[in-house]
């Protein structure tokens, strides 16, 4: 089914859906909610924005946030209302000055109600968590790398949240305490999107960049167990759970906001693999000329 979500200024940095309704929002702070039936309600939550995610248990409950607009909690049953929670801004430094806000990516904890606790990853390399019921303030804030983070995706289970940055790394941090627990490697540009998959069987998650491959990780121990050459740059990607018929594929990999449609017959390339399906061309050895030179003589007077 098609949608047409025109409408507005900027371009979208965030799409979600609650049942029949899909969430929209603009880099210029227009948040949308367009019902299945009725017409559209708009919020206006700031400029320069970074960051939406929608709660996946409350109706409409969306976090936001973005450059010098720190994050944010609207609910879209009241459109016309102020934010049911806005964030305050760390103390300063050591040296007394004041700490920039850069909102790059939002999560919102599942289970945790209408005040949830929300995970933020910054431009400034920190990952935060705000518990809405208690304080203003982050809970904690710590930083990881020396890198800008690109995205944040919660796990299923709700313990643990992956973020990716600028630089191609990627960490699994704890919610609760904020400790970085593992590491993975192998991007060779920035990781764009994170999506995971929890059940009791295993703990996966696939994420993509700008270095155009796919790669599905192993959670723990950490491990690559798939990749995937795309030959376009990826901007998302989704795991999903899909039924068909009386069978239940877990995590099929569908992948979206890409530069250009991909072939269904897309090859995996990678460098040894390339340089090996080349032709091989034989060439004939050239052959030296050996010049002899004779020794001089010596004569004594």
């Known amino acids: 089914a098609e949608c047409d979500l025109s409408g507005g200024t900027g371009n979208f940095i965030g799409l979600a859906k609650y049942e029949k309704t899909l969430i ?22 700031g400029k320069n924005i970074f960051a939406m ?26 459109p016309d209302a102020s934010p049911v929670f806005k964030a305050r801004n760390v103390p300063e430094d050591y040296l007394r000055l004041r700490v920039p806000v850069w909102v790059r990516a939002t999560g919102i904890v ?11 990853a910054t431009g400034y390399h920190q990952v935060r968590l705000y518990d ?17 983070f690109t995205c944040l995706e ?6 643990y949240y992956l973020v990716g940055n600028a630089y191609g790394e990627i960490a699994r941090v704890d919610l609760r305490k904020g400790k970085i627990l593992n590491k993975y490697h192998g991007f060779g540009g920035s990781v764009r999107s ?32 798939y990749k995937k050459y795309l030959k376009l740059h990826c901007n998302s990607i989704l795991i999903s759970t899909v039924k068909t018929g009386q069978e239940k594929y877990h995590h ?3 992948v979206a906001g890409i530069k250009r449609s ?23 050895p050239v052959k030296r000329k050996i010049k002899l030179t004779s020794k001089k003589k010596k004569f004594k007077l």
């Open 110 to 120: 599942s289970g945790t109600g209408n005040r949830p606790l929300v995970a933020v």
């Open 252 to 254: 099929p990999l569908s």
């Open 154 to 159: 919660l796990t299923q289970d709700g313990r």
């Open 132 to 148: 809405t019921r208690a304080q203003r303030r982050p809970v904690y804030s710590h930083s990881w790398g020396e890198s800008s």
């Open 194 to 225: 994170i999506s995971s998959f929890t059940d009791d069987t295993s703990a996966v998650f696939a994420a993509c960049g700008l270095d155009r491959y796919v790669r599905v990780y192993r959670m723990e121990p950490p491990a690559v167990i």
């Open 53 to 78: 995610s929608a709660s996946p248990d409350e109706p409409l409950l969306v976090a936001t946030g973005g450059q010098e607009n720190d994050m944010k909690l609207w609910d879209g049953t009241r």
């Open 24 to 45: 929209t929002c603009t880099n210029e702070g227009t948040l949308s909610f367009w019902p299945d039936s009725q017409e559209k309600t708009e919020i206006d939550v």
């Open 262 to 284: 991909a072939s269904n017959d897309c090859e995996e390339e990678s460098g040894d693999e390339l340089w090996e399906g080349m032709e091989k061309i034989e060439e004939e």
